[in-house]
């Protein structure tokens, strides 16, 4: 459980087809009015060849091809209330798809237009962001804009010279097939004459041993002896036939290989083992070799997720590949038969897109990412995107390509898709923006189109989003509210009364999922110097917290606390512990409670991070931590007044709940604490002691957003 707070390949001057490809291929991406026809690719091509239409300025929408555009557009920006942003439609099937994929993403203009640029100078690209905000689209969108004909098939020969050592050729893309179908042929006509003459041969001697010699016996064994020496001399011409390592012949794009997670031998190739190795029955070392990811991505795309989780020797070796553009294939067991096998250098000459999380810099290979760095481009992905008619109409066509990707979905209404919409909003987690995780909104849009599928109906409907929405919660959802519903089984839950020292916190469990966790605090002598005890399986995030309420605590405490023990609890924090300082003014007040033995309303709960002078900071996942409250059966919720932007929570729990926003400690006092005259002497005191001075009254009731 959380609590936590927002907190080489260097161009070669000899691909010009490279950069006639991409200009070639730019010209699919404009978006067009949905009423309007697809244009001409080739309608739009400059008149000179040499005209550089991206321009390393030029990030225009319509460069980047993913505009959606209405009709009388310019009337509608300022409309910010329509939630499709001035399409008129019936459902997603009136929304016109584009067909490459880079015109498909969306929100990520800055890393769209980097892959564009990448792409056409071949330069490598590490995207670090949150998962499912588009690095492995983007990937795949960058193999489509490399031009096909440059694509090269790689042979593996035997050499006759050292079997250890297979000879490699390339040759363009598709030739391959047809000189393994050459050598083939020459090798069936060549078989078919040996089989010829041994069976000429097989036929003289028997014929000889049954009729002059008159022993059976010996023709027979004598032909066996023929039979055996030829289909061993046979083995030599299979030998001649090359292996085609690497077949491109099929290929309608630029390759792209998926090489997240793969072992050494999945990523740089192998030798298989050969367990005959002798004796005639042995396989020819060239057919035992397997081409790595890196081999099969040569003149496209290599990408390669979660970074860090390669092993070190295979980063150093994925270095070398880049720099040197060629690596040579072995095995990669030290036990086996084709560890002593090597080829001649094969062709690796990929554009490698490394992807990740932030965490994936600390384990990355510092040479590779100078790799990467020093010959591309270092890109971080947005989370969300601020909210304008342009990007809702943006969604709307996201909803309109999962339903066209899946194929099986029914199309959405209109008011599908403005519930979806809102959704986006609220899982931003920030006034005014729009999440761009598509791929947990994608799940969303599936399990909806699911539902409708289930029922037989040719549209799916705003009721199924909403079923769809209490369907598809996440495991830690589904978590939360179960510990919810079994501290109301046993009474765990305090939601009525006075108590010292006990203050409902609010934490969230992963993303999207809130909880109360319960904080109590006691003050005991201690028999030593007097100590901040705290239990719960705090993180280190948690225990700095702590350590930072200790001193407003200590500040503020008319009584001597050197030689007391505070005694801290977060209550059934759970396996994951405590990670993250939003608890501090639970703490702070839980603390001041037991010192002053002043009780607290447990009809209410609270959230925030508090630094050492008492101000109350903004904190994360308020939205679902307010909804976690109303659910466990409390009024009230004090949050930061920073926080007050971010509330987006769902109409049913709005008449629920009372929401407080807060700015300062002692503000949080006024409205926790119960008894009129000592709740006003702490305040007092403790304005005094901080020099803080409210400008308003403390604890006003008209203080509650208007939630979205």
């Not at 049954?210 to 030998?239: E, W």
Request: with cysteine.
């Amino acid at each position: 459980m959380s609590d936590n707070t927002d907190t080489d390949a260097t161009p070669d001057p000899d691909r010009e087809a490279s950069d006639a490809g991409e200009e070639e291929a730019s010209t699919n991406g404009a978006k067009q009015n949905p009423d309007e026809p697809a244009s001409d690719p080739s309608a739009d091509e400059p008149s000179d060849p040499s005209e550089d239409r991206w321009g390393e300025g030029e990030t225009s929408e319509t460069t980047l091809g993913s505009d959606v555009q209405v009709d009388g557009e310019s009337e509608l920006d300022g409309d910010e209330e329509n939630l499709l942003g001035g399409l008129e439609i019936d459902s997603t099937a009136d929304i016109e798809v584009p067909d490459r994929l880079v015109d498909q993403v969306i929100g990520q203009d800055h890393a769209r237009d980097v892959i564009k640029k990448a792409a056409k100078q071949r330069r490598h690209v590490m995207m670090i962001g949150s998962p499912g905000t588009g690095k492995s689209m983007l990937a795949k969108a960058m193999s489509q804009l490399l031009p096909r004909e440059e694509l090269q098939d790689v042979l593996v020969y035997h050499n006759p010279d050292d079997g250890n050592e297979p000879k490699v050729r390339t040759v363009p893309g598709g030739k391959g097939e047809q000189i393994v179908e050459a050598h083939k042929e020459e090798a069936r006509k060549r078989n078919q004459m040996r089989t010829f003459l041994m069976w000429i041969i097989i036929a003289i001697v028997i014929g000889y041993a049954l009729i002059l010699v008159q022993q059976v016996l010996l023709g027979i064994l004598a032909a066996g002896v023929i039979y055996l020496a030829f289909r061993y001399g046979s083995r030599g011409s299979d030998a001649m036939i090359p292996n085609l390592l690497v077949n491109n012949a099929n290929q309608k794009t630029a390759p792209f290989e998926d090489a997240t997670g793969a072992h050494a031998g999945a990523l740089l190739g192998d030798v298989r083992h050969d367990p005959f190795q002798s004796g005639g029955m042995e396989t020819p070392s060239h057919d035992r070799v397997e081409p790595g990811a890196i081999h099969q991505a040569n003149k496209g795309v290599l990408f390669v997720d979660e970074i860090n989780t390669l092993d070190i020797r295979s980063q150093q070796k994925l270095m070398t590949a880049i720099q040197e553009g060629e690596f040579s294939i072995t095995g990669q067991s030290e036990r086996s038969s084709g560890a002593m096998v090597q080829t001649e250098p094969v062709p690796c000459d990929f554009i490698m897109i490394a992807a990740g999380n932030l965490d994936a810099m600390e384990n990355m290979h510092p040479a590779l990412r100078s790799r990467i760095k020093g010959y591309g481009y270092e890109v971080y992905m947005d989370d969300t995107i601020e909210d304008d008619p342009e990007m809702r109409r943006k969604y709307a066509r996201f909803i309109a390509q999962e339903v066209e990707n899946d194929g099986r979905l029914p199309h959405f209404t209109e008011e599908a898709v403005q519930e979806l919409i809102l959704e986006a909003r609220r899982r931003a987690g920030r006034k005014g923006h729009l999440s761009l995780k598509f791929r947990d909104l994608g799940g969303l849009v599936r399990v909806a189109g699911d539902i409708a599928r289930a029922e037989d109906r040719d549209r799916t409907e705003r009721a199924d989003v909403l079923q769809a929405k209490r369907r598809s919660r996440s495991i830690e959802q589904q978590l939360a509210d179960n510990y919810i519903e079994r501290r109301k089984d046993y009474e765990l839950t305090v939601n009525q009364g006075d108590v010292v020292g006990r203050v409902n916190g609010l934490a969230v469990m992963g993303e999207d999922s809130g909880i109360v966790l319960p904080v109590m605090a006691e003050v005991s002598p201690s028999q030593g110097p007097g100590q901040v005890i705290a239990t719960g399986q705090l993180k280190e995030m948690a225990e700095e917290a702590v350590q930072n309420v200790s001193a407003i605590i200590k500040k503020f405490s008319d009584e001597d606390i050197s030689e007391k023990d505070v005694h801290i609890q977060f209550v059934q924090a759970g396996e994951g512990g405590v990670d993250g300082d939003s608890a501090s003014i639970t703490v702070a007040t839980a603390v001041i409670s037991a010192i002053e033995d002043v009780p607290i309303k447990q009809n209410l709960a609270m959230t925030g991070s508090l630094s050492v002078r008492g101000d109350v900071l903004p904190v994360g996942g308020v939205t679902h931590k307010i909804e976690a409250a109303a659910k466990s059966g409390l009024d009230t919720v004090i949050i930061p007044e920073a926080n007050t932007q971010d509330v987006m929570i769902e109409d049913e729990y709005e008449d629920m709940i009372e929401i407080i926003p807060v700015s300062h400690i002692s503000e949080v006092l006024e409205v926790a604490l119960a008894g009129e005259a000592e709740k006003d002497s702490l305040v007092d005191r403790l304005k005094s002691i901080t020099g803080k001075a409210l400008d308003h009254e403390v604890g006003r009731q008209s203080g509650s957003p208007s939630p979205q």
